[in-house]
DNA sequence: CTGTCTCGTGACAACGTTGTCAGGACGATT
DNA sequence: AATCGTCCTGACAACGTTGTCACGAGACAG
């Protein structure tokens, strides 16, 4: 207690502790009065300990407030894992990437396994920057929802055996597991749906054109047009939505003195909900026709209620963590691409008619 | 390439590489030319090599594609720090939990530290398990939505002065910092405006007993409700309530002969929603009236938009955040507890009167 | 030419742990 | 009594890295 090292630190107090050094095994050995290896041997729950050295040892242990340190246990072990998965997704405060993520966590868990988790926000370098900190981590593995549309920078990476899984998004450039869902499908499907309620003028909102998902649900529109004979509208047709508020003003835009579409088609959650606070405050939201891609919570409470592209997330979860850990536990097989296809949920809004 | 390691690794495929061992600075060393050391000294930036040894260690390091061990480093570092800080919140999929880890993910970044994320459920068991093995990995710091109620199984770590920070929840047993919203305040303020718009009997939905805030807030409606001369009623008291489903099964049950309060308090936002549900269907959502405790996306874009007492989730975060890393930097000052002041958000809903 | 100083580099120990192996105590077998 | 095997325990090296120190080469002053 009056050691120099001790002299001015309080207990209990959150800053009291910075110089109190954690005990460590050699700590722990001492005052159990054996060696460094045998308390190593209790820790680990070997065999080949007498109870009542070991009860001596968990005391000591208990004692020194002795906790073990996965870090140097890891780097001394042969085959070392972390315990560890990085999770990098588009934004986790997104209820798509939170929902992702809860499921992974929980197949994490059940594997002994933590979850590092960012956000990448649709900014390629902090991609980068984050994948060379999960592989500097060590990490036994990674789930990737890229914001890259480029993936040379992770050969070394996979050639090294990093598990990795793509999400919502394909690899290019490398191959890898990879779960996404069938953008393309699910918005002709939307769109095949508006045409046979009769709309001929559907608006399309897309996000960042350089997002591969944007890319395939305006395909899928595209086509669903073509197949309809509905000729291709610049007017109508606004990429680059980052946000809520963007979409309400894109939406705004068409009725005042524009194309006046009949219906939208919203390729993404939160670009149809600003294109429903657009027609509400115009007083149209029950003569426009509106389908979202991915479903969101309270949906079904709106007035109308909304028409969307259900993506399964539980289902997409639970195959990244399927894929993820099977290839921690080592099947070497070749790359899988698996693909979910994508529902309409049919609730109202979607099958207004044109007036 | 005729190793006998390497014969069978194929390139570019997920299972290829786990045979082939990572490139350690001794590898690129041998490549190199240099001593061990030196390679440390180009990795880290020291200055004191040549500027083509320099040159000649960063082509070695990038032909093995080396990727720096931080378990490796930290150990042998003096005062090492892990780049690491967990934050277990009630569910992140939940959309306070993950707005708030969103936030302390920013404020992490901004210090090159990474955020293992964890929900609890409210399971004890899982909290301390989940606790042991962030401590086990040497976070820098830890936040914590405590399910537990007593919290002295932390003391150890806080004595050895780990970083923590208890969010929306407060520390029992141990003296530690805190991020707290005044819940009785939150929803005497709500009550109260149900009784200012003339209600009298007025339900109230809560969650967990056992839970710190589900009490606090049934303590805040007590107060208006005693102040405003209204007797406590058990039968318009439902606790215990998990899930939205039991909220609108509860409410339900109000108007099947039940009570038939005029106005709804829920002490959760899931719960208000089912409430909004019950009376939905039941055709009152237009004739009872209804508040909710903690905002969510699209609460204006219900019929009737919902009135709320809103928690500041930014403010939250960004106090939480700034807790903790200030704690990391060495202050030792004695531990505050932040308490933040929901605000009441007039939408509609709470704004209905007594029929 | 010698001595000193600086600069670049390397040898070695150490961080906290675990795998390997060897040794001592003890009871059982010859 | 000598030999063997079993059980428990400890000494030591190693994981990949960094802090400390020492050494050799060249520059420069005396």
Redesign the interface.
């Known amino acids: 207690m009056s050691g120099p090292g001790h002299a001015h630190a309080r ?10 050094a ?1 005990a460590t095994m050699k700590d722990v050995a001492a005052l159990a009065g054996v060696s460094l290896k045998t308390v190593s041997r209790v820790v680990n729950g070997e065999a080949g300990v007498s109870a009542a050295v070991r009860e001596r040892v968990e005391h000591a242990a208990s004692r020194l ?1 002795y ?6 246990s ?2 001394r072990r042969a085959s070392s894992r ?3 998965v990085g999770a990098l997704l588009q ?5 798509f990437s ?2 992702l ?2 499921t992974l ?1 929980d197949v994490a ?1 059940a594997r ?1 396994t ?6 990448l926000d649709e900014e390629e370098d902090r991609e980068i920057a984050l994948v ?7 990490v036994d593995g990674l789930v990737l929802m890229p914001a890259t549309s480029r993936h040379e920078y992770l ?10 899984v793509f999400v919502d998004r394909l690899p290019h450039g ?4 990879s779960v996404t869902v069938d953008n393309v499908l699910g918005s002709r499907h939307a769109v095949e749906h508006l045409v046979r309620h009769g709309h001929r003028r559907i608006a399309v909102l897309l996000d960042l054109g350089t997002i591969q998902t944007a890319q395939d649900r305006l395909r899928g529109c595209r086509e669903a047009m073509d197949a309809a004979g509905i000729p291709a509208d610049d007017r109508v047709e606004v990429r680059d939505l980052r946000t809520s508020d963007a979409a309400e003003a894109a939406v705004r835009a068409f009725y005042r003195g524009g194309p006046s579409p009949t219906a939208i088609f919203a390729g993404r959650n939160d670009l149809a ?1 600003g294109a ?2 657009a027609l ?1 405050s115009l007083g149209l939201s029950h003569r426009v026709a509106v389908i979202g891609f991915d479903d ?3 949906a079904d ?3 109308p209620a909304m028409t969307v592209v259900r993506q399964n997330v539980g289902q997409i979860g639970a195959e990244v963590g399927r894929l993820l850990f099977a ?1 921690i536990a ?6 899988r691409r698996v693909v979910i296809e994508p529902t309409l949920v049919v609730r109202g809004s979607g099958e207004i008619r044109p007036s």
């Open positions: 207990i209990g107090t959150p800053g009291a502790g910075r110089p109190v954690r407030d906790s073990h340190n996965v870090h140097a890891n780097l972390t315990g560890t934004d986790v405060s997104n209820s939170a929902s993520l809860r966590e868990r002994q933590a979850v590092l988790a960012a956000s060379r900190g999960l592989v500097a981590r060590r050969a070394a990476e996979l050639r090294a055996g990093l598990p990795t490398v191959d890898a597991d909900i429903v606070r509400r969101f919570p309270l409470l709106l007035d290839r080592g099947d070497t097989s070749p790359p």
